[in-house]
Structure formats: C-alpha cells, structure tokens
C-alpha cells in the first residue's frame, strides 16, 4: 500500500497511532507462536537506505523492534535480517520487480543466505547444537610451526582465541587434536605472553603423533559425546581430507589461506553452538568434561589410512645436490626437531660446501599431492667416505603419510647406485625426536652401539627390504 513512501507525511499522532496497531498485530503473533524459535526484527533499511538522517520509517522500525524485544519469550531468537542483506548487498538481496508485481521482496539468494544462518536456530531448538570445538595447534592457533620456529618464533592468532574463549564460558568444550611434543604445547599454553586461550580453558588434550583420526575418535569417546558433535578446525589439507573420508560425521573448517578471513570464519564457526539461553552449569562444563575425559578408558580403534592415502595422489619430487636449493636445505636443519634422526644444524655455507664435495649426497625431496605441494619438506646428507646417513629429517607438515618409508627406499637405492655395500646411520636423541626412536630398526637396520638412548646402526643395502608404497610416486627433480 505504499507506506514506505507516505509515512514521512504522517503527523505524530498518525504515526504513534500506526505504532499501536502494529503492537496489538504483534501480540497476537506472539500469542499465536509461542513456540517459536525465532522471529525477524523489523528493518527498513532497503527503502531507507537513501536517507541521510533518521526517517519516520526508521523510527517505526526501531519502536517496533524494542517492544518484541520486551514481549518476546525467555528463548526466542530476535534474528537481525539487516545482517543478512548487508552479507548480500542490498541489491542481490531484493527483487523489486518482484515486489511490485507481487509483494514479495527478497530474492532467491537472500532466502538461501537467510535459512543457512537460522539453521542453527533450530537445530538448538531440537538439541542438535555442536557440543566440542577441536584445534589442531600449528598454523590454527597459531601462526608457525612450534617445532621449527620455536616458542619465540610462532605468532598468536588472538582473535580466533578470543572467540574460542567466549565459547569456553559458555559451555562450549574446547580441545586440541595436534601433531606436536606434549611437553611444547603445554609450555605454550602455560607461559606464552601471548596465549589467550590457557591449559585451564582446554577440557581435552591429544597432543601426540598419532593419527588424527584416531585421536579424534578418542576424544569423542573420552568425553561420551558423539561425533556429530564436534567441529574440528586444521590448516592442513591433508588432515582435513582425511577426517571427512573417515569422519564425515565431524564438522570440519579449514583455516583460510588469506589470514585476515580467518576472525569472520570463527564468526561463523561459532554458530555450530548457538544456544538460546545460558545456565549456571554452562560456567562448570569445561571442568565437568575434564572430569570425564580423565574418569573415561581408552580403547583401541583402527582406521583405514591406506585407502586414504591411495587417493592422495602422493609425489616426491627428488633433487641430488641442488645448488638453488641452499638457503632452504640449511633452513630445514635449523628449524626441524620432531622427525629429525640427528638433529645437526648446519649453515648454508655448511650445506652449499657438502654439495659441491665429491664425498657428500646432498638429497633433498619435495613433496605434492591432490591438494598442492608442501615444498621441500625432506632431506638427507650421505657420506661416502664413512658410508653413513649423516642427516635425515623430514618436516613435520607431511608426516602421517609414510613419506619417511619411500624416502629410505630412495636413499638405499642412491647408495647402491654409489657402490655402497654398508649403509651406516646414527639416532641421536633429544627431547624433541622421541617419535623417530626405532624409526631405523622399523626400517630393517640393525643396533651396533648404543649409549645413553642414542643408537648407531647399519645396514647391509643388498638384504634391505623395500617398503614399495605404491601409492606414493617419485619423480626425478633434475
């Protein structure tokens, strides 16, 4: 009837007038819908958009709007439409051809916009609210990664722990799903300057080099909570591929590549657990999750990696003594401690002196999938003279997918290429590269000294069995 347009001619009394009828109209739309789990706020912002100070309008809508939120039931959701146009704009938003003909006003992409965000609503309403919001550490709660980069080295994403700390306090569990040293991120949660979210706001820890998978099934057991229940949030493709294969229960969330999309992400993550009221419980939940995860046993699970991992498409990319590859070989060394058999550092004047030595083998991998590459993420350094693996190590990014067992085959092949009968290799250990203790002896080589945990092995090249993985491919980098 075109109000929009003529209300701006109404006196004041026309218009507290018009406000009353519409109350009376609301009540008994409130009476009807009792049980309603939402109602939309009142918005004029589409045919007052123009207007450079507050119309009739504007103040119809706004009235309107604080009574239903005075008259509204305990656990009724007042939805704010005027955030959905404005993800749209107001011009995909509206069809006005529509309205003119018939009445209706929003377009198709606004129906869809405006059901994906209430959808929550309602599955509150129906008890299917997200219960648990699972972090991997690297790179999700923090930017770098803690083995290589070290305490001072990584970066906090703040707001996103911010966000996860407001959903902590109100009853929503927080854990953490990571490949990493226990003892690391613990020192992180407790005496980082910089950490917001603290131990004491995580209900449950796996911190380990398992498979995620696996990790993620214990939590859920641990906490005697489904799987449907849980949102889980990684940066890795890898990672997240694999737990929609094996869990497509979990909920999961990449972290964006572009860093600042990731706090309107967490926006939109923490949805999963809306809920229309908040109790006195809701501020003990972490501790009463804790309580159960410690009370709760273990059991032992398996998952099918290998099939996983057939569909990756896996390729490494292997380089002999690659000059142009010298500041990141030396990188490697100096930031990489998980998988790391030696653990010695070396400059690139160390490194670029090895490969141009007729005793050293520099040998570096790349390493790529279906899901792009992860860069030189291996190396390995053999002496000739002594016929032993001086270094071999490979970045924490691609572990979990045996790469360390086709890098061995690879290396046993170079050494027979170079009349090497005996291949002798060193574990030194740390308290860092517990993970890779026994990684020679899974190989086939044998202990000959052993000294304060730190092995020495050997191995005679022409009885070492093949792992042949034939999901992983190797090309040659030259």
């Known amino acids: 009837d075109g109000l929009q347009f003529k ?49 009739k309008l504007k103040r119809l809508s706004n009235t309107l709007n604080i009574y239903l939120e005075n008259n509204i ?14 993800r749209l704009s107001i011009r995909s938003a509206i069809d006005l051809r529509y309205y003119y003909s018939s009445k209706t006003l929003y377009s198709i992409d606004f129906y869809r916009e405006y059901f994906e965000n209430i959808q929550h609503i309602f599955f509150a309403a129906n008890g299917k609210t997200k219960k648990a919001l699972i972090f991997d550490c690297d790179n999700t709660l923090w930017k770098g990664v803690l083995g290589e980069d070290g305490f001072d080295g990584i970066k906090m994403y703040q707001e996103v722990q911010y966000l ?44 380990n080099w398992d498979n995620k998978v696996l990790n993620i099934q214990s939590i859920a057991e641990d906490l005697n909570i489904g799987l449907d229940s849980l949102v889980y949030m990684d940066d890795s493709n890898f990672e997240i591929g694999l737990i929609k294969q094996e869990l497509p229960d979990v909920k999961v969330f ?40 410690m009370r709760s046993k273990l059991k032992n699970k398996t998952v099918d990696i290998e099939t996983y991992l057939t569909t990756l498409g896996i390729v490494i990319t292997l380089y002999l003594d690659n000059i142009n590859q010298v500041s990141r070989i030396s990188q490697l060394t100096q930031k990489t401690n998980q998988f790391n058999l030696t653990t010695k550092r070396y400059t690139e004047s160390d490194i670029k002196s090895f490969i141009l030595s007729d005793d050293k083998i520099v040998v570096s991998i790349g390493v790529s999938d279906k899901y792009g590459s ?11 003279t002594t016929s032993k693996i001086d270094t071999m190590l490979l970045s924490c990014r691609v572990l979990g997918r045996n790469i360390e067992y086709k890098f061995i085959d690879t290396i046993v092949d170079i050494a027979k290429k170079n009349n090497l009968k005996e291949l002798k290799a060193d574990f030194i250990k740390t308290h860092k590269n517990s993970q890779v203790e026994g990684f020679y002896d899974k190989c086939g080589f044998y202990i000959i000294n052993e000294n304060n945990g730190s092995s020495e092995y050997s191995l005679d090249v022409n009885n070492f069995k093949y792992k042949n993985i034939k999901y992983i491919e190797v090309e040659d980098g030259r």
Do not use: W
């Open 7 to 55: 209300i701006n001619l109404f006196s004041d009394s026309e218009l507290e007038e018009l406000i009353e009828r519409i109350k009376l109209e609301i009540d008994i739309v409130l009476s009807a819908l009792k049980n309603t789990p939402i109602i939309n706020r009142f918005s004029s912002l589409i045919f007052d958009q123009f207007n450079l100070s507050t119309g």
């Open 73 to 86: 039931g305990e656990n009724v959701c007042l939805f704010n439409i005027d955030g959905v146009i404005s």
């Open 164 to 207: 996860a700390l407001k959903l902590s306090r109100n009853g929503v569990i927080i854990g953490l799903s990571s490949k990493n040293n226990s003892e690391d991120v613990d020192n992180v949660l407790e005496n980082h300057p910089d950490m917001i979210l603290k131990d004491g706001d995580i209900v449950i820890k796996k911190v």
């Open 254 to 293: 990449q972290v964006p590549v572009k860093e600042y999309e990731y706090g309107l992400l967490m926006n939109q993550v923490a949805n999963f657990f809306y809920s229309s009221s908040k109790t006195e419980e809701d501020s003990f939940k972490t501790q009463m999750y804790k309580d159960l995860a």
């Open 374 to 384: 992860s860069g030189l993420a291996g190396l390995a350094i053999l002496c000739k």
